[in-house]
Structures are given as structure tokens and as C-alpha cells.
């Protein structure tokens, strides 16, 4: 027999996946981890047809920056947005959060549950992208070329840390939107806040660095984006002292565990109030 | 296990922002049935919602059985709450509305499956479980929730409004189904904002008006209380000393005033539905009178709803 709150935070578990995953509202999201498949993919039909092939070092690099760029801080960022603030956003506006509080269930365990239902989503949904981008990319090259990068050379650590860098940004960026939409009325505003404050990270003094999602996914990326490449973009993920994986992961996930902790407090406090939203 | 068995609200107020909820409640409910009654925004919703901890009293201390409010994992092992919001987990039929329920508290499948089923067959809503309920009426959204906030066995059960919306025979099954939970020896805190729909199944009435509990006690008790508390009458009119001596002359009226400016006559009453009889009459023979009216409302209302009198002629 399992302890009970493991029970429960299944249930809550069961009782929210079928929100994360097929919510109405939250259809954008699947688009969202499409645009850079059909990019990739796009691209290689193109090639394909036109019977070209790429250097194999550019589209390695094109990837590494499209990942970091676009895919890590817009997408799975705009992800989280999207799933996590709602898991108790959603439901204040739906006025149908009282059925949680009204269960001999405490409000830690509440939240841990749709907290994984959460992160079950946007991994499922961000690390499948992330695995078909890297199919879509390297399509044209043909499968001894992409075999070879597998098997001899570092083409499967990089797969792999790809995926981590993912699933590690689902966590960070899960948990503090999770955490803002039971803090803030409005989501658009801290969301807003926050893309502003990880865009700027590079250019902030050490300390206030630490306090950020960004700064540890940038050190784990398997391929430092050139800053010299010379586009305004390059500029922002300028990391001028990578960490050692051993140190960004644990950073990473105790920065989550800190603003889950802080979430909580703010969830044990939260009241019924739906007339007055 | 439950340290007593009483409800317990000490000194307890609660503001929202500067809107009053409710203000200095002190009650020590026992077992049996007990109603809240009192108009719209009296805070009856209020007092249940402090109950069952989804908001936090401003001031004082609520404990159910000795349970704090805010422990839910301990509070609704032995507290159900069918709550006034007339809102669902999206997408859900009757069904899973309770066997998820269920499966919060804890329970295995199996074990929620066959109290859920026995919870909805209480409420007489087989035939309907397995349908949405955003397709359900209002009666049956109202029995669904009941089913809910039964399913588990609670000791007390916190029902807001349980009636609302049921038909006559419903109604009447409804009631009859309150009782036999009682019976067994269960809390049950019924509120109503019409004291005859529950004054003759309820063991005790709990008046609220504006925020204040102003009468408690066994129905026959609160009944006297309310004749023997005078109410405040204010008469405008042409000529006060004349009307107050006339009035003086009736045995219910307690007290008689001239008023401050002097164009009105404030009166104590404690039978305010003869009394206003009386003014009519005397209306009639001479003194023109412009107005009357309560002057003290929340009394004067709560009186309404309890004598269920008429309006009073003016
Ligand atoms: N969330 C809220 N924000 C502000 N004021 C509120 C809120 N909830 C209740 N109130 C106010 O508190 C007072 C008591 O309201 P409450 O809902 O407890 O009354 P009630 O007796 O349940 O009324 P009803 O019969 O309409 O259900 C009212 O004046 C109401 O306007
Ligand atoms: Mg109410």
C-alpha cells in the first residue's frame, strides 16, 4: 500500500493531465513545438529536391541556435506560460478550484500533482519536438552521415543533452510560472516581466545571474553559440563562465524547488474568492 | 479523532476589503440539524466558507470537532461541503464529479466505485450519472452535489442552500433524507434565506443579519426572542406630540420619542405587526402621517422572514 499523499498526488495527477494535454486553450502550444519541425524539415525537403546537400558543421550550428534562440527561450518559455499558469489560473477562472480545496487533501500535495501534470505535458510535447527538429534537419544528409555523427562522432551526446537542456527548461520555466499564475491576477504581465529579465541575463551583474532559468540551460547546451557570429541575438546568449554540467543541473533544479516552496505558502494562503475576480 | 463534537466559531470576523462578511460570531453548534437563515447578504455563505477553511477569518478562531480549518487533509475526513457555486470541473459527468472526489480522499477504484454509486443513488440520480453535467438542470446539479459532499461519510455536512432549485417531491425526499442523516447522530448545517422551508426539521436556527448573529436557539426560543427584542419604529409626521400620546396608550409599545428635528416620532415596539395595524387606525383620526418605517433593518427584516408576515402597510 502506498503512503497516501502519493495516492492523492496521483489522482491530482490523473485529474489534470486530461487539462495539460487537451485543453482548448492551450492548442497554440502544439503549434508552437511544430514551427521549428516544419522549419528543419522543410528545409531538408527543399534541399532534397534540389539535390543538394548542406556543410554538415553549418546546420549543426544553425540547430544549436534556432535551439537556444528560439526553441528554448520563446518556445518552451511560451510553453510553460501556456500550461503552467494555468494549472491554478485556469481553474480560479473556470470557478472550479474549490472542488481541490474541498478534499482531505493538503494544498502541498495539490500542487506537486498539477505541477507534474504539467511537466508530463511540456516534456512530452517539447522533448518530441525537439527529438523531430533533429530528424528534420539532418533528413538530407542521408543516413550514413547521420549514422556515422551517432555513432563516431559526439552527434548522440549532443541529441542527448538537447533533450535534457529541454526537459530541465520544462522544469525551470514550469515552476515559476506555476508559480506566478497563483501569484499575479494577470499572467501577461509577470510573463512579460520574466522574458524581459532572462533576455537581459548575459548583461547582469554574477550574482542576480543565478536567479534565472537561462543562465544555467545556456552553460548545458552542447554547442556555445559564437558571439562574434555578429546578429543581436548571438549578443544575448553570451556566456562568459560556463558552468560544469554537475553544477547547472542541481542549480537548476534547486532554484525550481526554491519557487515551488514559495508557491506553496502562496497556495496554503489562497482563498475562494470568485466574486470578486 | 475528532477531539469534540461541536462547530465552534470564536470571536470570528471576516472583512472583504472593507465589505463586511461577518462580524464578532461566536457559536458553539451541537450535533442535530441547524439552520442559518437570514436574507441575501447576511453572510450565511460566508460563515460556511470559514467553516470549511476556503477563506480565512480577518479575526478569531473556527474549529470543526477540534479540527483547525486550515488542515484540509484532517478537516474533510470529517467535513462535506455542498457549496452554493453552481460551477463543475470542465467536461466531467455526475459520475466522475463524485468517484474523482473519491479518489482525492484516497480511495482505491474499486472502493470509490461502489461509494460513488451509493452516494448517487441517494440522491436518486442513476439514470442521469453518466451524463455532462453542464447538460444537468439546476435541481439535479444541486443533487449531484449533495452526492459529492456526502459520498464519503462525513460527520458534518455544511449545505448552502440545499433546497434551491428542487422540485416539491424532491424536496420533500430531500428533507426527509437530512433527517435520517441527523438521526445517525450527524452534523448538518443547513442554510436558507426562508425560515419555514427548515424551522420544522431543524433541532436549532441560527438568525443572521448584516454580518451579526442576532438570534439563536430552538425555533421556539428564537421565536420569543425576536417578540421580546422591541424593534424601532420611525413615524414621520405632521404632528408627533399628539401621535405620541395616542400611541403611548397601546401596551405593546415600549418606548415613544419625539425626534431630534422634531418631525417624527420614534417609536419601540414589540409586536411590530400590531402595532402597524394600530397606526393605521389612528392615522385615520387626524394626524397626517407622511411615512413609516423600520428603523432599525436588519431586525426588522430578519422579523419578516421569521413571523413571515405581509408587508407592512404603509
Ligand atoms: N468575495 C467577496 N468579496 C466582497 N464581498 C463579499 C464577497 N463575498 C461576500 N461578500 C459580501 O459579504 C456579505 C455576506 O455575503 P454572503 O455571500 O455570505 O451572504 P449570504 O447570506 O450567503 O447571501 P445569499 O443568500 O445571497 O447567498 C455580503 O454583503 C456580500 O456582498
Ligand atoms: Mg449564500
Not at chain 1, 490523473?14 to 492551450?26: P, Q, V
Not at chain 1, 558543421?57 to 510553453?79: E, K, Y
Not at chain 1, 501569484?183 to 510573463?191: D, E, K
Not at chain 2, 405632521?238 to 415613544?256: G, M
Amino acid at each position: 500500500m502506498n503512503p497516501l499523499w502519493i495516492v492523492q498526488t496521483l489522482a491530482v495527477l490523473r485529474l489534470e493531465l486530461r487539462k495539460t494535454f487537451f485543453s482548448k486553450r492551450g492548442f497554440w502550444i502544439y503549434l508552437l513545438a511544430l514551427a521549428p519541425v516544419v522549419l528543419f524539415t522543410g528545409h531538408s525537403l527543399l534541399e532534397m529536391k534540389n539535390h543538394r546537400v548542406c556543410d554538415f558543421g553549418q546546420d549543426t550550428n544553425i540547430f544549436a541556435t534556432v535551439f537556444q534562440i528560439f526553441f528554448i527561450r520563446l518556445g518552451v518559455f511560451f510553453g510553460c506560460v501556456g500550461i503552467f499558469m494555468n494549472l491554478f489560473r485556469g481553474e480560479v477562472l473556470d470557478k472550479s478550484l474549490h472542488y481541490y480545496f474541498l478534499a482531505p487533501i493538503r494544498r502541498e500535495v495539490l500542487l506537486v500533482g498539477k505541477f507534474l501534470a504539467g511537466l508530463l505535458a511540456t516534456i512530452v510535447i517539447f522533448t518530441s519536438s525537439a527529438m523531430l527538429q533533429f530528424i528534420g534537419m539532418y533528413l538530407h544528409h542521408g543516413w550514413n552521415v547521420v549514422s556515422d555523427y551517432l555513432g563516431s562522432g559526439n552527434g548522440l551526446s549532443h541529441l542527448i543533452a538537447y533533450l535534457g537542456v529541454t526537459v530541465l527548461a520544462c522544469i525551470g520555466y514550469g515552476s515559476v510560472f506555476l508559480a506566478s499564475g497563483v501569484a499575479f491576477r494577470n499572467p501577461l504581465i509577470p510573463a512579460g516581466v520574466i522574458l524581459v529579465w532572462e533576455s537581459i541575463n548575459s548583461f547582469l551583474p554574477a550574482i542576480l545571474q543565478k536567479f534565472s532559468v537561462i543562465y544555467y540551460l545556456k552553460s548545458l547546451c552542447p554547442i556555445q553559440i559564437d558571439p562574434h557570429a555578429g546578429s543581436f541575438f548571438s549578443l544575448l546568449s553570451i556566456n562568459a563562465d560556463p558552468m560544469p554540467a554537475y553544477i547547472a543541473v542541481p542549480g537548476l533544479i534547486l532554484l525550481a524547488v526554491a519557487v515551488l516552496v514559495l508557491a506553496s505558502f502562496q497556495v496554503r494562503r489562497m482563498e475562494i474568492n470568485y466574486a470578486t475576480e | 479523532m475528532p477531539a469534540n463534537d461541536r462547530v465552534v466559531f470564536e470571536n470570528v470576523s471576516k472583512f472583504y476589503g472593507d465589505v463586511l462578511g461577518v462580524n464578532k460570531v461566536n457559536l458553539s453548534i451541537p450535533p442535530g440539524i441547524t439552520s442559518l437563515v437570514g436574507p441575501n447578504g447576511s453572510g450565511k455563505t460566508t460563515l460556511m466558507n470559514l467553516m470549511s477553511g476556503l477563506i480565512r477569518p480577518s479575526r478569531g478562531r473556527i474549529t470543526v470537532l477540534g479540527i483547525r480549518t486550515d488542515q484540509p487533509d484532517e478537516l474533510f475526513r470529517y467535513l462535506g461541503y455542498c457549496t452554493q457555486f453552481d460551477s463543475f470541473p470542465k467536461g466531467f459527468t455526475g459520475y466522475q464529479f463524485v468517484y474523482s472526489y473519491l479518489r482525492l480522499y484516497g480511495c482505491a477504484h474499486g472502493e470509490a466505485e461502489e461509494l460513488t454509486w451509493k452516494a448517487i443513488e441517494r440522491v436518486g440520480m442513476m439514470d442521469a450519472a453518466r451524463r455532462k453535467i453542464a447538460g444537468y438542470s439546476k435541481g439535479m446539479r444541486q443533487r449531484i452535489k449533495l452526492a459529492q459532499s456526502t459520498c464519503h461519510g462525513p460527520s458534518v455536512l455544511v449545505l448552502d442552500e440545499p433546497l434551491n432549485g428542487l422540485d416539491p417531491l424532491v424536496r420533500a425526499e430531500t428533507i426527509a433524507l437530512f433527517r435520517t442523516l441527523a438521526e445517525d447522530g450527524m452534523h448538518i448545517i443547513i442554510s436558507s434565506h426562508i425560515l419555514h422551508e427548515v424551522d420544522a426539521i431543524s433541532d436549532q436556527v441560527i438568525l443572521l443579519s448584516n454580518g451579526y448573529v442576532v438570534a439563536e436557539g430552538k425555533i421556539a426560543g428564537v421565536r420569543s426572542e425576536m417578540q421580546d427584542h422591541p424593534m424601532q419604529i420611525l413615524i414621520r409626521c405632521n404632528r408627533p406630540q399628539e401621535l405620541a400620546a395616542k400611541v403611548f396608550a397601546q401596551e405593546s409599545v415600549v418606548e415613544a420619542q419625539i425626534h431630534k428635528d422634531g418631525l417624527g416620532l420614534l417609536v419601540k415596539t414589540r409586536d411590530a405587526n400590531r402595532f402597524y395595524l394600530m397606526l393605521n387606525h389612528i392615522a385615520q383620526n387626524g394626524v397626517s402621517i407622511e411615512s413609516v418605517a423600520p428603523a432599525d433593518d436588519d431586525v426588522n427584516s430578519v422579523y419578516d422572514y421569521l413571523i413571515g408576515s405581509e408587508e407592512p402597510q404603509k
